[in-house]
């Protein structure tokens, strides 16, 4: 059997005080003498006392926990992001509390709801591939609930918004494989329901237009960026073209090292045959052969922003604007990958 929680009613009775001087012995209140402090903090730890944090917050209408729903965890770059979260949250008091999508709407809708009745003090959000409706969020925007989104957005939902300019790195990248004489360009991205794709295709269209090369929708593919999903891409499609591209846009660094191991195992040269860009830095760029060329997304800057802003809101030393938008600056990182002209080696 569970053994009996113990209550300041049961030390109360043990030193023959009132409840109301353990409770603020234990919350070393000025107005209780050090020998009673001790007295009670002495056989609250022999009794295996637990403070109940959940119903002292409750009274604050405070539960000092921040509520963070993401696709999945299974990237350096959502890493890094939810370690720029807890540094600024842990070191202003906050715990998180995190879940995963898994791309899946009704497991977000469940998450929120995991969260809601958490009593989270404010939700951050990256939405999931699938998610198209956002009444889920409703419910915290109704009761006045914080809630923040950040990388995979919803225009339409009021709240605060930390993003890159996705446009811009999408266009950065394109125009880098341009500049390395590509002309025959294949995108490779996930669903342009997200902002994050949509804007990447939008920025790698207009370098084309900008640099006279045509778009063409044969060279423009998309899927779940998973490991089965690019494999079955290059050994089922790209590489039983006719004409191969001479260069890849992959929105994903995992992927492009995928890319860049199938074609060598097809006997395709890179970057000498295609030139290969992917997208958010991972260390994995730097231990394939060749290294990869990519937009360095700062996770852990976009984390810290994030919480940043949310804590200040919180702490009342800020005001979350319903269309208050967070834009943060992204790098081209040029490595061996996409290097076909022997210049800016990095």
């Known amino acids: 059997m569970a053994k009996k929680e113990i209550t300041i009613y049961d030390i109360a009775k043990q030193l023959n005080i009132s409840p109301t001087t353990v409770s603020r012995g234990l919350n070393d209140h000025p107005a209780i003498n050090i020998k009673t402090k001790t007295k009670i903090m002495d056989l609250a730890k022999e009794l295996d006392y637990r403070s ?55 497991k977000e809708k469940n998450n929120a709801v995991t969260m809601f009745n958490s009593r989270v003090d404010g939700l951050i959000v990256s939405l999931s591939n699938q998610t198209k409706d956002f009444n889920h969020f409703k419910t915290f925007i109704k009761k006045g609930v914080p809630l923040i989104l950040f990388d995979r957005i919803a225009e339409d939902l009021p709240s605060t918004k930390v993003i890159i300019d996705n446009f811009k790195a999408g266009y950065t990248a394109t125009k880098h494989l341009i ?24 920025g790698y269209k207009k370098a084309l237009l900008d640099h006279e090369i045509s778009y063409k929708p044969e060279l423009f593919i998309t899927n779940d960026l998973s490991e089965s999903a690019i494999i079955d891409c290059f050994k089922n499609d790209v590489l039983k073209r006719k004409t191969l591209p ?11 090292a995928l890319a860049i ?55 009342g030393n800020g005001d979350l604007g319903i269309t208050n938008t ?13 290097l076909k002209k022997n210049k800016n080696k990095t």
């Open 52 to 106: 109940n944090k959940f119903a002292s917050n409750l009274r604050k209408q405070s539960t000092n926990t921040i509520g963070v729903i993401v696709p999945k965890l299974d990237s350096m770059f959502m890493s890094s992001v939810i370690s720029g979260i807890e540094k600024i949250a842990n070191n202003a008091g906050y715990n998180l509390i995190i879940s995963q999508s898994f791309e899946s709407e009704e």
């Open 261 to 315: 191991t199938t074609l060598k195992q097809a006997g395709i040269r890179v970057p000498e045959d295609i030139a290969i860009i992917g997208f958010n830095n991972d260390l994995i760029c730097k231990v394939t052969e060749p290294t990869i060329s990519t937009i360095n997304y700062p996770g852990k800057e976009m984390g810290e922003s994030v919480a940043r802003i949310l804590v200040n809101h919180l702490k």
């Open 179 to 202: 500049e390395q004489g590509c002309k025959n360009i294949l995108h490779i991205t996930s669903d342009l329901n997200r902002n994050v794709y949509k804007d990447r295709f939008e």
């Open 246 to 256: 001479d260069g890849i846009f992959i929105t994903s660094d995992f992927a492009a």
């Open 326 to 338: 967070v834009v943060l600056n992204t790098d081209l990182v040029i490595r061996k990958s996409s």
